[in-house]
């Protein structure tokens, strides 16, 4: 009788996932805060993260 494991539903899997989703945002955010004018605002809105996220990496890129 073979065993069915479903990969996505493992915990380092997951964890994984997070990992480079959270990366990508915050790879996404730097471009559009560097290469466009939108609002803290928009590019919260396009990025699905909040104000404050936006905040923090204008943050980070200010301090370099």
Do not use: C, R
């Amino acid at each position: 009788m073979p065993i069915v494991y479903d990969i996505k539903t493992d915990y380092l899997y997951q964890q994984g996932m997070i990992t480079k989703d959270h990366e990508n945002k915050v790879n996404f955010v730097k471009k559009l805060l560097l290469n466009t004018t939108h609002t803290d605002k928009e590019i919260a809105n396009f990025a699905d993260v909040t104000i404050e996220f936006v905040q923090e990496i204008k943050k980070s890129i200010d301090k370099k």
